[in-house]
């Protein structure tokens, strides 16, 4: 069983279940503390929901990173392991994730929940202001009218700044609105 083989359950499972809501998005691949680690699947809806794949192929050796990176950016996440994956899935995640077991029976792949998500309350602004480019930050510090002296500073100033100006929950829901906007090809560079 490969990740392909994992994504596709996976896909299918999150179109039946989004179907009829034209405000969420499935991107996959999505990169996150500017592009450091990426998520295999994120779903930006009302809230950011990450799921990581691991399939018997991979190993667990970067984990603990990736969890810290993206329990940083995510509301939710879950990790969609192999059965070899599963205690340490669950020995090594935070309570709060979700975990799902993937099988393969009759060379049909199955995904099996072990404990489903819980909010995470630990997310970061300044992560999540990192989500969006340059001209993103510039366009939600004009419209605030804060954008004076920033437009010639570095992303990390405006991230900085961003993050500053908006209540945690109102960032939350720009970075959300901004990404759903993006073009269908944003991920291959726009």
Not at 79 to 96: F, Q, V, Y
Request: proline share 4%.
């Amino acid at each position: 069983m490969r990740d392909i083989d994992i994504r596709a359950v996976l896909h299918n499972r999150l179109e039946t279940r989004y179907a009829d809501d034209p405000l969420v998005r499935v991107v996959d691949e999505m990169g996150v503390l500017r592009g450091r680690s990426r998520i295999d699947v994120a779903v930006i809806n009302g809230r950011l929901e990450g799921f990581e794949i691991k399939s018997e192929r991979d190993s667990l050796a970067r984990l603990q990173g990736q969890a810290a990176a993206y329990g940083k950016v995510f509301n939710r996440l879950t990790i969609i392991c192999a059965e070899c994956h599963l205690d340490a899935a669950r020995d090594g995640l935070p309570e709060w994730w979700g975990i799902e077991v993937a099988r393969l029976r009759n060379d049909e792949t199955s995904i099996v929940r072990d404990r489903g998500p819980r909010a995470n309350l630990h997310t970061e602004p300044g992560a999540l202001a990192q989500l969006l480019w340059r001209h993103e930050v510039l366009e939600v510090l004009e419209g605030l009218g804060l954008d004076r002296g920033l437009r010639s500073k570095p992303r990390r100033v405006l991230w900085a700044a961003l993050a500053a100006a908006l209540p945690p929950r109102l960032l939350a829901s720009t970075v959300r609105d901004r990404l759903r906007a993006r073009p269908a090809d944003w991920l291959a560079g726009g």
